[in-house]
């Protein structure tokens, strides 16, 4: 009998990337607020994680083994104008969801991020301490501790930007507004200042697929490319990928939300993190963002044929 995952936060961007590839693994099961969700082989359910009685008795009748936070604020732009709501969203909407699942006994799993960090120009370890230095990040950081520290059977996922195709279309993503503008032949502004890795949503999917039947638990894994760049050099890169005119994309320099300058007192942010522990518990390499490109331009293409 398949093992069934629950995913708070199906209608997001990553919870339906992720609905959608483990369909065809687990039984999934998935909530949404606002917006109600249709994706084939996936029952999804009302659900505010405010309103802890109720997610509670949600995930006491649902009795996944797995659940699986999707849901949030990612923006750092709105977390920094909208800070109440990011820690809502970010921090006790996990803590409500991750106190039912410790209730009933299925594994928590967070999907963190790489901003989490301080935004040094250095690669970050597991081991190092977060010292976050924007409102998303802290908001992160807080749930990351919570769960660490008082959850005994968790995983935390501290990703890279994470891309693809959006499941529900009313709300592009960078992505997608970035291939839009290939076709419309409009110009395309990109960050040149934050550097991190970037990684195809569904290769989170493979991974977690894999911890998930491995059994590890109480643990954190960083997943990222193993290489990093800023927005403009990936939006180059994609341009390559998918043989579009780069000339449109523009060279940018975007007002990071950033509560603290960088140390350096430039305005570059470095969000690098190591991926060796991963790489090593699971026997793989992690691509670079070539590679991810590769990937996602050979599914996308596929897709459009079938």
Not at 116 to 143: A, H, Q, R
Not at 283 to 295: A, F, I, Q
């Amino acid at each position: 009998m398949k093992k069934t995952v629950l995913i708070v936060g199906a209608s997001s961007f990553v919870g339906s990337n992720l609905a959608l590839y483990l369909k065809d693994h687990f039984r999934v099961i998935g909530t949404y607020h606002k917006t109600p969700m249709e994706i084939p082989g996936v029952t999804c359910y009302p659900c505010d994680v405010f309103k802890k009685d109720y997610v509670s008795s949600l995930i006491g009748v649902l009795k996944p083994d797995y659940t699986i936070y999707a849901v949030g604020m990612s923006s750092l732009t709105e977390c920094k104008l909208n800070p109440k709501q990011a820690d809502a969203l970010n921090s006790v909407g996990a803590v409500n969801v991750c106190s039912a699942s410790e209730r009933y006994g299925a594994k928590f799993i967070l999907i963190s991020s790489c901003f989490v960090m301080g935004g040094e120009n250095t690669i970050y370890k597991e081991s190092d301490t977060p010292f976050p230095n924007t409102v998303f990040g802290s908001s992160l950081s807080s749930s990351e501790y919570y769960v660490q520290r008082s959850c005994l059977n968790y995983l935390v996922l501290r990703c890279a930007p994470l891309y693809g195709r959006s499941y529900g279309p009313k709300h592009p993503n960078w992505f997608e507004l970035l291939q839009a503008s290939f076709v419309k032949g409009e110009s395309f502004l990109a960050d040149d200042n934050v550097v991190t890795g970037f990684l195809d949503v569904l290769v989170l999917g493979r991974i977690l697929k894999s911890l998930c039947e491995s059994g590890v638990t109480n643990r954190l894994f960083q997943i990222s490319s193993s290489d990093f760049m800023t927005r403009y050099e990936f939006a180059k890169l994609v341009a390559k990928t998918f043989k579009k005119d780069d000339n449109f994309i523009q060279k940018a320099t975007s007002l990071f939300p950033a509560d603290a300058p960088s140390s350096s007192g430039s305005n570059q942010f470095f969000y690098k993190l190591d991926t060796q522990n991963t790489e090593n518990f699971l026997g793989l390499k992690m691509p670079t963002v070539e590679e991810s490109l590769t990937l996602t331009q050979k599914r996308l293409t596929s897709e459009i044929l079938t």
